[in-house]
T-cell receptor
Framework: DTAVSQTPKYLVTQMGNDKSIKCEQN?????MYWYKQDSKKFLKIMFS???????INETVPNRFSPKSPDKAHLNLHINSLELGDSAVYFC?????????????FGPGTRLTVL | SQQGEEDPQALSIQEGENATMNCSYK?????LQWYRQNSGRGLVHLIL?????REKHSGRLRVTLDTSKKSSSLLITASRAADTASYFC??????????FGGGTRLMVKP
């Protein structure tokens, strides 16, 4: 069974469109994250979210917004897509009370903005 | 910045040799984690070392941590072709926020 899943795996869209990427975890974790990996493979945290707190990386444009319908899901909405948004987006989850604090990553969504 | 910076950026070795990758960071940490990424895949957690630990082993992996130098190393012994991947270190602060660098791309030639 997939622990952290993302849909879609690939997303190609035009500039200016609004799109969403879905993430689900079946690990019972209390915290979920979104990361962006650019073409140089740098992986940057975008958001950290649990049912109490949303932590936003201050460099993330407000066109990006996480939405959590329930504890097992954290979707990423992107408004007015720009060319520079093209990247691979990874969702992850962890159980902060887990003494090992490890994060479990999804397979990624490759977003291409034309 | 809390970001981990890996060195070297790329490493090519023969199967059976050892691979050593280094990581430096700039601020205090709660722990430091190493992850592996196969091409086109998500990251997989390898090992975590806490700030009060100096060395940790897991199978063919050996991780060291020197908090005075703000550095860590990952050693893979007796490498295999299947170890070919990118390896990332991630310093972790008290808020469980991980910050990654660009990784070390390891190529193990059969």
């Amino acid at each position: 069974d997939t622990a952290v899943s993302q849909t879609p795996k690939y997303l190609v869209t035009q500039m200016g469109n609004d799109k969403s990427i879905k993430c689900e975890q079946n690990l019972g974790h209390d915290t979920m994250y979104w990361y962006k990996q650019d073409s140089k493979k740098f992986l940057k945290i975008m958001f950290s979210y649990n049912n109490k707190e949303l932590i936003i990386n201050e460099t993330v444009p407000n066109r990006f917004s996480p939405k959590s319908p329930d504890k097992a899901h954290l979707n990423l909405h992107i408004n007015s897509l720009e060319l520079g948004d093209s990247a691979v987006y990874f969702c992850a989850s962890s159980q902060v009370r887990d003494p090992y604090d490890t994060q479990y990553f999804g397979p990624g969504t490759r977003l291409t903005v034309l | 910045s809390q970001q981990g910076e890996e060195d070297p950026q790329a490493l090519s070795i023969q199967e059976g040799e050892n691979a050593t990758m280094n990581c430096s960071y700039k601020t205090s940490i709660n722990n430091l984690q190493w992850y592996r990424q196969n091409s086109g895949r998500g990251l997989v957690h390898l090992i975590l070392i806490r700030s009060n630990e100096r060395e940790k082993h897991s199978g063919r992996l050996r991780v060291t941590l020197d908090t005075s130098k703000k550095s860590s190393s990952l050693l893979i012994t007796a490498s295999r072709a299947a170890d070919t991947a990118s390896y990332f270190c991630a310093p972790c602060n008290a808020g469980n926020m991980l910050t990654f660098g660009g990784g070390t791309r390891l190529m193990v030639k059969p």
